[in-house]
């Protein structure tokens, strides 16, 4: 998969002059579903907006140590700053399954590096 994903941004980025915006940005979305395959669509249109208007995006990973302190900060922002229900919804699921993994899998927890 890894060599995959590699051959792929090879290929872009060395016929990139080849390549229109549309395509460009189609590459990427491959790029994307075939790296990120779990993630669910709203986090796939988030990398793929991201990409195409140039956004930084920063991620974390359940086996970041740090992780759920920052998710879990980041909430009560997201809860004084008013976000709606149902984005504070999504995110409670998803700190839900993040915690479950981390849960599911003490060995694979370490610092950042």
Not at 11 to 37: A, C, G, P, Q, T
């Amino acid at each position: 998969m890894e060599e995959k994903i590699a051959n792929l941004i090879n290929e872009v980025f060395d016929n990139f002059k080849d390549y229109d915006r549309l395509m460009l940005h189609r590459k990427i979305k491959e790029l994307i579903d075939s790296k990120y395959s779990n993630l669910n669509d709203r986090q796939k249109k988030i990398l793929e907006d991201s990409d195409r208007d140039s956004i930084p995006v920063f991620m974390f990973t359940a086996k970041d140590k740090c992780s759920m302190s920052a998710l879990n900060i980041y909430e009560g922002v997201c809860k004084d700053q008013d976000c709606s229900k149902e984005f504070l919804f999504e995110l409670e699921c998803v700190l839900d399954d993040y915690g479950d993994w981390i849960d599911r899998n003490p060995e694979k927890i370490k610092l950042p590096d």
